[in-house]
């Protein structure tokens, strides 16, 4: 069922990067492209996260963004990111 949703969540982008983005110039400037970083992110990491993934990247890519490469990851959208310290075994 998982499944089934998820590709019911997805439908509406893979109908846009097959009708809708050939017919228009790529702005993009990231890559993957936004459509398959949200994707992407809503195959990896769920509906709920992979909308907010893919939410959070289409804020990011604007003219201002220095764009490039930028991997689907879980990551934070706010605050700093806690790694864990190793502690020496005693």
Known sequence: MSATLRRIATAPIVFYQRFIS???PRRCKYEPTCS?????AIREYGILRG???????LLRCNPLSRGGLDPVCDQRLFGH?????????R
């Open 81 to 89: 990111h806690h790694h864990p310290v190793d502690t020496p075994a």
């Open 36 to 40: 398959a970083y949200a994707v992407q």
């Open 22 to 24: 050939p017919g228009i």
């Open 51 to 57: 909308l907010v993934l893919g939410g959070w990247r």
